[in-house]
């Protein structure tokens, strides 16, 4: 165990070298080329084995790590944005095919305008996709997702990719401390890569990526992909619990901070949630009874278990760092929405979008949040369209 | 059939027809491979290739256009057209230099076997 000031893309690249897979497939893009660029110095420096894969663009990297993951080798790759917008229709077949791929994603606002910095409409529009999506808060959930990542998609009750997301230069490439596990520690942890029925294996030779159509079978393969998405739901609880054990940082689905007693919930995800933890003890010291709910798990969505911790909140605040055009809110808003109505009680939903194309979001735009949320609460008729923070009008 | 079709099958699909979403192999994965054959491609053809014989001298030139490879071949020569995945692309018909293929209405065709 070791204490390093790292950058979150270092951390994360650090964590990939520890796993040391077999194949890396990789296209540079900002905010992630860090990780490509330091995984090949590791290459080059022959600090370890992995075969790494230059390719010409994401469309490539994915369908090379696909490739490479369907002929029997642990396989990852990273990327962000438009890299990942690229990688769209590769993404759903490694799904389909059901390959433990993982994938580091430094999220960032796609074009246009073009923008390089960080939110979250890279990952939230490829939530869709099929893949596991981890979100962490800092790099050291970065650093911890990356590890566990490999898991959770090679359990055999699973065998689905993950993604695991940072927040793009907020923390992908600030520097801050990293309690990282030894080499061997990690490798034990992840443990030796099962093949399923790999394409190199010329003794038992498999066809992969068939052709089924109408009359065919493509309903119950979707169904049983969707049934492995449940299956996550317990494996990452697992994977979870056993990365505490080895490391004292136990992980779930989400983090819950000062919600028992709250009658005014903040649901955050990425790096905000640091924010909004500080503002929510801000104002439980003025005798607000404020909580938090930090979502780590985005896919599969633990709406029961979040619908369970969120049952005392009277009003809550889901804040989005992406918009869904023509939508009720953004995609963290519509899922926390869809799981509270499932409830007995339900609590009154207000959406905040922040944060797009990385613009800051600062301590009063939080509290100015909470002051809606608190005139809902008082019962006075406050609008269900969503909110937008630190946004100029006029 | 074709020769070069491997005999064992070790994927038994007798009862396929109900299976659910848990008896697949992940991922549409299929256990065994040269299975493209067993797709049946021969009920999208609305015309169909009839060769003539006579015609006929075994040049071999529809059997390299094929892209079904559906012109059966044994001991160098051509022995008929595999229907089961012929669909009916009428390139044998185009490149024979002899003429000894023709493209017939496929409802033509089967009422003419039927006879």
Redo the contacts between chains.
């Keep these: 165990m070791a204490r390093k000031a790292i950058t979150g893309n270092g951390a994360i690249a650090l964590a990939l070298k520890q796993v040391e897979p077999d194949v890396m497939a990789a296209y540079p893009i900002t905010p992630q080329t860090e990780i490509a660029q330091n995984y090949a110095q590791f290459v080059a420096d022959g600090a370890v084995k992995t075969e790494y894969i230059p390719v010409e663009s994401e469309h490539s990297a994915m369908s090379a790590a696909i490739g490479s993951c369907a002929a029997g080798a642990r396989t990852f790759t990273a990327t962000s944005s438009q890299g990942f917008a690229l990688m769209w229709e590769m993404l759903f077949i490694a799904a ?4 433990p791929l993982t994938m580091p994603v430094i999220t960032r606002a796609l074009s246009g305008p073009i923008n390089i910095h960080c939110d979250h409409s890279d990952s939230m529009g490829g939530r869709d996709c099929g893949w596991i999506q981890l979100y962490g808060e800092g790099a050291q959930e970065g650093y911890d997702n990356a590890i566990q990542a490999f898991r959770i998609a090679e359990h055999m009750e699973v ?1 689905l990719p993950v993604m695991t997301m940072i927040d793009g230069f907020i923390i992908s490439g600030a520097i801050g401390p990293v309690e990282t596990l030894e080499d061997d520690e990690v490798k034990k942890f992840v443990g030796e890569y099962t093949t ?2 790999p394409l190199l294996n010329v003794a ?9 159509s109408l009359g065919g ?1 493509y309903f ?2 979707k ?2 992909q969707n ?2 998405m449940d299956n996550a739901m317990k494996v990452i609880e697992e994977v979870g619990k056993d990365f505490g054990s080895l490391s004292g940082r136990e992980y779930s689905h989400f983090k819950t901070h000062m919600i028992e007693d709250a009658e005014i919930v903040l649901v955050a995800i990425g790096s905000a949630a640091g924010n909004v933890k500080t503002m929510v003890d801000t104002l439980r010291a003025e005798g607000k009874k404020v909580g938090m709910l930090k979502v780590r798990t985005f896919r599969p969505f633990p709406y029961e278990q979040i619908r369970q911790a969120l049952s005392n909140a009277c009003v809550i605040g889901v804040m989005d760092r992406s918009d869904s055009y023509g939508a009720q809110g953004g995609p963290l808003f519509t899922e926390i929405s869809a799981a509270m109505f499932g409830g007995e009680t339900r609590p009154k939903m207000f959406n905040f979008i922040y944060g797009l194309g990385g613009r800051d979001i600062f301590p009063d735009d939080i509290r100015g949040a909470v002051e809606t949320l608190e005139q809902a609460a008082a019962g006075e008729q406050v609008s269900q369209t969503r909110h937008y923070l630190n946004v100029r009008e006029g | 059939m074709s020769k070069t079709r491997p005999e064992k099958k070790k994927w038994d699909v007798s009862d396929i027809q109900k299976w659910g979403p848990g008896r697949h192999e992940k991922g549409a994965t299929i256990p065994e491979s040269g299975n493209a054959q067993d797709y049946k491609t021969g009920g999208w053809r609305s015309e169909r290739p009839r060769r003539d014989r006579e015609k006929c001298n075994d040049c071999m030139i529809c059997f390299f256009a094929c892209p079904d490879s559906s012109i059966r071949v044994e001991n160098d020569k051509m022995v008929d057209i595999d229907l089961d995945h012929c669909k009916g692309c009428g390139i044998c018909a185009q490149v024979c230099p002899r003429d000894a293929i023709e493209m017939m209405n496929e409802i033509k065709a089967c009422k003419l076997e039927e006879k």
């Design positions: 389909s095919l059901r390959l065998r399923l029925n038992n030779p498999v066809t992969v990526g068939a052709f089924d079978w119950e393969h169904v049983a049934r492995a």
